[in-house]
């Protein structure tokens, strides 16, 4: 063992990436494959009020449509199971999939899907958390009469996680420190654009050539759309262009896999590269507000955090990452009483997904930030706030647990020698062992 | 309306029927099935599909197909092979100057036109002739690393 670790090794399939010869999923072709484009919402909000295909049939080189009534399973996907293939109703943000036109190839199924006559009533859309939040905002779910997501069945809209007593300790500090941080939206921008390569294979079985980051996850989700079990899906991954989280969410594979059911042909559906930036998930936007209480020798014994994170129009992975972002948002630093509320709101914007280090850099980033402030604001070197305050073994997490084998102190000490900073002796001779 | 289109494929003629609107990157990977240029943003802004037309490195998203008659097209496939590897091929291997490795092929190709006309660069020139190769990874490091160990035929 201890000749690996520790060492670089080359890299496991790498002489496939040096030699061009790895196949990612695009890459993968048949015989008489079929292309699919997607008609999407041209609305951030709407409603369906005509789907006419006569044109489209039309076309030269399309084969066909697909239309949320070709599904053999369950028009539902997602994380939270909110998400839908193929919606013929309630547009909820722009780019959200309609229908599907299959073509000999993409030229094709694109003149298709532009021959569609479409008519939709636009409604009033909500981008803002804080406009979405208000009683008279537009509804973005259907059916529902608030754009908070509901944790529980008694409606629990706020998250909270408690430690000790933050009024008692906002009172008894010398300062205290307000300050609000926006993170605006990211893409993934993987090297490889959305795709996915369906057939039906020499055992009847569907086969899906797909690029996911999680084979077994995604698999629970395409089963009971299209209405097999997972002995007769046979989903070959393996291979991924570039995920970061992009590939945690299914984009092609289910309407990819529909169609091949549907036309009984092996079907490509990809998406450009300007198609996988306009419409796939994104890591979504959050704010915080901070109010801090901190003494005059600089320890924090407060911090009220309020957390509030666009979830996008359907949940995609944002309830989760609400909480998880909750629980580290108040940083590594030992603080003795902790308020944090966190609320994921509904917009009609994409829906929201993982992405690199997911929801717990976005506290820990704002957390910093806020740091930073608090050492302007008491007129102190900022790397000596930081030591003061950073987690020894034994001290307490804003949820409770209780840290050990910590190494914020040593991990600073080698940053600030990376950056060429010198550290004065009464912060190098601390260690995470003892306070 | 198809047309026949002859050029030299990492040194073999070919022949293949190719559309007006076809580019070099359609022919290669979709009719011809030489798949290593990789259609990254078919854009020409990240060179996953770059390729060597000539002595000089091109994006083959932005080539239209008709435009190659004669001339003479070197890919990743055409560097070398598994168990006959260019020197390239083995340094990136060795530097780890891939994850995803779907910018790799693009690189390596990049690479090979930057020392055939540099062959001892310097790392700003690295930097600068690699510019135009994007890798949402992050091995631009190990990539010069890579670079730098097979320049001037040390490797």
């Known amino acids: 063992m201890t000749e690996y670790v520790g060492k670089p090794m080359p890299r496991y399939q790498g002489l496939g990436e040096v030699t061009g010869t790895a196949t990612y999923v695009d890459d993968v072709q048949y015989p008489g494959m079929l292309y699919v484009k997607v008609l999407r919402s041209p609305v951030a909000r709407g409603t369906v009020k005509g789907l006419d295909f006569s044109d489209t049939l039309k076309v030269p080189g399309v084969v066909g449509v697909l239309t949320a009534d070709d599904i053999p399973g369950v028009n539902i996907y997602g994380v939270y199971g909110d998400q839908l293939v193929l919606n013929p109703q309630d547009l909820r943000y722009k780019g959200e999939p309609i229908a599907a036109v299959v073509g000999r190839d993409e030229d094709a199924a694109q003149a298709g899907v532009e021959a569609v006559k479409l008519d939709v009533e636009e409604l009033t859309p909500v981008f803002d958390m804080f406009e979405a939040m208000k009683p008279d905002a537009p509804i973005v779910r259907p059916g529902t009469t608030s754009n908070l997501f509901e944790y529980d069945e008694q409606g629990t809209t706020t998250r909270i996680i408690k430690l000790g007593d933050v009024e008692a300790g906002l009172k008894e500090a010398d300062h205290i420190v307000e300050g609000r941080y926006i993170e605006a939206i990211q893409d993934h921008a993987a090297m490889e654009p959305q795709v996915s390569v369906a057939l039906i294979d020499d055992a009847g079985r569907l086969t899906i050539h797909t690029h996911s980051q999680c084979l077994n996850y995604h698999l629970a989700q395409l089963c009971p759309v299209f209405g097999l079990s997972q002995s007769k899906i046979n989903y070959l991954g393996g291979r991924v262009g570039g995920g970061y989280g992009g590939k945690n969410e299914i984009n092609c594979d289910h309407i990819a896999g529909l169609a091949a059911l549907k036309f009984c042909a092996p079907v490509k559906y990809r998406l450009t590269r300007q198609e996988d930036l306009a419409y796939t998930g994104k890591r979504g936007a959050w704010v915080f507000d901070y109010k801090t209480g901190v003494m005059n020798d600089g320890r924090i014994v407060a911090s009220h955090i309020k957390e509030y994170h666009d979830s996008g129009a359907y949940c995609g992975f944002s309830p989760y990452g609400t909480e998880k972002c909750g629980m580290f948002a108040s940083g590594p630093y030992n603080i003795p009483n902790i308020l944090i509320e966190a609320n994921t709101i509904f917009t009609n914007r994409y829906p929201s997904i993982s992405m690199r280090g997911y929801s717990v850099l976005n506290g820990q980033v704002a957390a910093d930030v806020q740091m930073s402030r608090i050492a302007e604001k008491l007129g102190m070197d900022p790397w000596e706030l930081r030591f003061i305050n950073a987690w020894r073994d034994g001290d307490m997490g804003a949820s409770r647990y209780v840290v050990d084998g910590v190494g914020a102190l040593e991990a600073m000490k080698r940053a600030a020698g990376m950056a060429g900073i010198e550290l004065p002796d009464k912060l190098l001779q601390m260690s995470s062992r003892s306070r | ?155």
Do not use: W
């Not at chain 2, 609107?21 to 240029?37: K, M, N, P």
């Not at chain 2, 802004?45 to 008709?66: E, F």
């Not at chain 2, 990743?76 to 790799?104: V, Y």
């Open chain 2, 1 to 155: 309306m198809k047309s026949i289109l002859s050029f030299s494929l990492n040194g073999a003629p070919v022949e293949v029927l190719v559309k007006t609107t076809d580019t070099l990157l359609d022919v290669l990977r979709e009719s011809l099935g030489y798949t290593g240029a990789k259609r990254g943003c078919d854009a020409g802004d990240c060179g996953a599909c770059t390729v060597i037309v000539d002595g000089l490195a091109i994006r083959a998203c932005l080539a239209i197909a008709l435009t190659m008659s004669g001339k003479e097209v070197v890919t990743i496939e055409g560097l070398g092979k598994q168990g006959d590897l260019h020197p390239l091929q083995k340094a990136f291997h060795q530097h780890g100057a891939h994850q995803c490795g779907f910018c790799t092929s693009g690189m390596i190709v990049s690479a090979k036109t930057l020392l055939d006309k540099i062959p001892n660069p310097s790392q700003d020139e690295i930097v600068e002739y690699m510019s135009g190769n994007i890798c949402r990874c992050g091995t631009y490091v190990e990539v010069a690393e890579a670079i730098q160990a097979v320049s001037g035929g040390k490797e």
